[in-house]
């Protein structure tokens, strides 16, 4: 049961882009990437995936809208043979990030709830890891402690929660209840206070 959980907004870092994971997709599945008029096809796939949050344009805005020539080569679609799309991710980054200087960010990650839990997360936080890595030398990305099967995703592709967060006591409870249902060595370092990554 996962009644328990604290509801906590929080960050996770990956501090170096070394031995990035190389998980390719299920059979029936590709890659495609950002093109025009993508928009409702990314508006589509939050609704179907989070009915009850309510994404706008306005967020999409928000996020890229000085930067929509980024888009072409960062934002990645998961489409079946058939064409059609079930997934999004995004390949990021932020220029400053908290004073700490310049990161790659995993955004946006939603998968059609039709397409859920059939192996399409990992390999699409993978691509873009790849991408990222490619400019960047380490990556960030916020969740929640609610989405225990995001983390777990987050974690096995070699992210850590941030450092910096350790005094946020809401933070904290947040990964105490999910480190109860997860028993990941990562979360318990930082619980301990053992990782210094990313300051």
Same mark, same amino acid.
């Given at each position: ?14 501090? +170096? ?38 994404? /706008? ?7 890229? /809208? /000085? ?22 991710? +995004? ?27 059939? /192996? ?22 916020? +969740? ?51 990782? +210094?990554?990313?300051?």
């Amino acid at each position: 049961m996962v009644d328990d959980l604290i509801d906590a907004d929080v960050y996770m870092i990956r501090p +170096t882009m070394n031995d990035l994971p190389d998980w390719p997709l299920p059979a029936g599945y590709r890659f495609r990437t950002y093109r025009d008029g993508d928009l409702d096809v990314w508006l589509a796939l939050h609704h179907d995936a989070e009915p009850f949050l309510p994404i /706008g344009p306005e967020h999409f805005a928000r996020s890229f /809208g /000085g930067r929509l020539s980024a888009l072409y080569d960062r934002m990645f679609f998961v489409q079946t043979l058939e064409g059609e799309d079930v997934g999004s991710i +995004t390949a990021w980054w932020e220029d400053d990030r908290q004073g700490r200087g310049a990161w790659g960010r995993i955004h946006w990650v939603i998968v059609a709830r039709a397409h859920q839990r059939r /192996g399409l997360a990992k390999p699409m936080t993978a691509h873009a890891l790849r991408r990222i890595a490619r400019d960047h030398s380490r990556a960030m990305l916020g +969740t929640n402690t609610l989405r225990l099967w995001a983390i777990k995703t987050y974690l096995d592709c070699g992210f850590i929660p941030d450092p910096m967060q350790r005094s946020d006591a809401k933070v904290v409870q947040g990964w105490r209840s999910a480190q109860e249902h997860l028993r990941h060595p990562a979360i318990e370092q930082w619980l301990q206070g053992e990782t +210094t990554f990313g300051r």
